[in-house]
C-alpha cells in the first residue's frame, strides 16, 4: 500500500497530511472514511491527530456510558434491581470519585497514549489509513483482544490481591464495596497502567505477528471493553442484562460480588477462568443460599424475604471486610469504606 506510515515517529511528524492521502481517491470512500480523513487534514499531524482521537474517545464513551447509571441510580424503581439494594451511591460519592478518574484520565492516560502512539506505529498498526477494515477481518480481531484480556486480567488482578499489592496499588479501587458505573476507573495510576496492558496488549500482539490491525478495530475493541467495565460496576442485575442471554459472561453479578466480599471472581469479561481455577467458590456458594433463602421464604411477604436477603448480603460483606483487613495484614483495623 502507497499509504504507509515511515516507520518512525520523526519521519511521521514531518510528513504533512496532505501527502498521506496524496493516492487516495476520496469519492470512493464511504462517509465515515471521509470525516476521519478530514479530521487527518484539519490536525495536519497524524500523531496529534491520533493522540487527539484516542482521548476525546475515551472520555466520551467513558462518561457517556456512565450517564444512564446516574440517572438510574436517581429513580427509585429501578432499586429492585440493585444487587447491593440499600448502597445507592450519593451524589457527593459520585462527584468524589469523578474528580479522581478524571485527574488519572489526565495524569495517567492522556501520557500514555502518546506514548502508544509510537509503539504502535513501529508496529504497523494502521492509523490514518483508509479505507477501514471488512467487518470479517475486525470480529476475529475483537474476540482474540477480549478473551486475551480476560485472561491477562485474571491473573493480574489476582497478583494486586497479594498482601503488598494490594495495600499499596488496588486498595483505592475497592473504596468501594458497593460499586457504581463511574468506579469502573477508579483506581492507583499503576493499576490503571498494568490493568491497561491488558487491554492494549492484545491490539499490539496481533499488530506484531499479523500486522492487519487498524485503529478503528482498536477504538470498537476499547468501546466494548469500557462498556463492560462500567456496566459490570453499575450495581444492577436486569433480567435482560447480558448474562442471563450469555451465561459465562461476568456482568454486574459476577463483578459485584467481588466487591462486596473482597474475594473471588477476579476475571472481567468472562466467567469461566474463575469457574477453572476455583476462584468463584464462595461465590457460587452465596448463590446457592439465596436461592434456598427464597425457596424458604417462598410465601413470607416481600417485606420480610427482602430482610432474610439483606442478612445474608450483610454476612458476606462482613466476611469481605475481614478478609480485606487479613490481607492487609492488619486483622484487627476491620474497614470503614461503607457507600451508604
Ligand atoms: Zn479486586
Ligand atoms: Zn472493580
Redesign the pocket.
Known amino acids: 500500500m502507497t499509504l504507509s506510515l515511515n516507520a518512525t515517529v520523526a519521519a511521521a511528524a514531518h510528513e504533512t497530511a496532505e501527502q498521506l492521502y496524496a493516492h487516495i481517491d476520496i469519492s470512493k470512500l464511504n462517509w465515515l472514511e471521509q470525516q476521519w480523513v478530514a479530521w487527518y487534514l484539519w490536525i495536519g499531524n497524524p500523531i496529534i491527530a491520533t493522540g487527539l482521537m484516542s482521548f476525546l474517545l475515551h472520555e466520551l464513551v467513558y462518561f457517556g456510558r456512565c450517564v444512564p447509571w446516574i440517572i438510574i441510580d436517581a429513580i427509585p424503581y429501578f432499586q429492585k434491581w440493585k444487587i447491593q439494594p440499600d448502597k445507592i451511591p450519593t451524589a457527593k460519592e459520585q462527584w468524589e470519585c469523578t474528580k479522581g478518574v478524571l485527574s488519572s484520565h489526565f495524569a495517567i492516560e492522556l501520557p500514555a497514549i502518546w506514548f502508544f502512539h509510537p509503539m504502535a506505529d513501529a508496529l504497523g498498526l494502521e492509523m490514518h489509513q483508509v479505507p477501514f477494515p471488512s467487518w470479517r477481518i475486525m470480529l476475529p480481531q475483537i474476540a482474540f483482544f477480549f478473551v486475551f484480556e480476560d485472561f491477562f486480567h485474571f491473573w493480574a488482578?489476582r497478583a494486586?490481591?497479594t498482601p503488598v499489592l494490594y495495600k499499596h496499588i488496588?486498595k483505592l479501587?475497592?473504596k468501594y464495596s458497593a460499586p457504581f458505573g463511574l468506579a469502573a476507573e477508579y483506581a492507583h495510576p499503576a493499576e490503571t497502567f498494568i490493568l491497561g496492558t491488558g487491554t492494549l496488549a492484545g491490539p499490539l500482539l496481533w499488530c506484531y505477528f499479523r500486522r492487519d490491525v487498524h485503529i478503528v478495530t482498536v477504538y470498537i475493541w476499547i468501546t466494548l471493553r469500557l462498556f463492560q467495565a462500567i456496566d459490570a460496576h453499575s450495581g444492577y442485575d436486569f433480567p435482560w442484562s447480558l448474562r442471563n442471554i450469555l451465561p459465562f459472561w461476568s456482568g454486574a453479578e459476577h463483578h459485584d460480588f467481588?466487591h462486596m466480599s473482597f474475594t473471588n471472581n477476579?476475571s472481567t469479561s468472562f466467567r469461566w477462568w474463575d469457574f477453572i481455577f476455583g476462584t468463584d467458590q464462595k461465590y457460587r456458594e452465596y448463590r446457592n443460599r439465596l436461592a434456598a433463602n427464597k425457596a424458604v421464604m417462598k410465601n413470607k411477604t416481600k417485606a420480610e424475604q427482602n430482610a432474610a436477603e439483606r442478612k445474608l448480603l450483610e454476612e458476606v460483606e462482613a466476611e469481605g471486610h475481614l478478609a480485606e483487613a487479613v490481607a492487609e495484614g492488619s486483622a484487627a483495623t476491620g474497614k470503614t469504606l461503607k457507600v451508604q
Do not use: A, D, P, S
Open positions: 488482578h494486586l490481591h488496588h479501587h475497592h467481588h477476579y
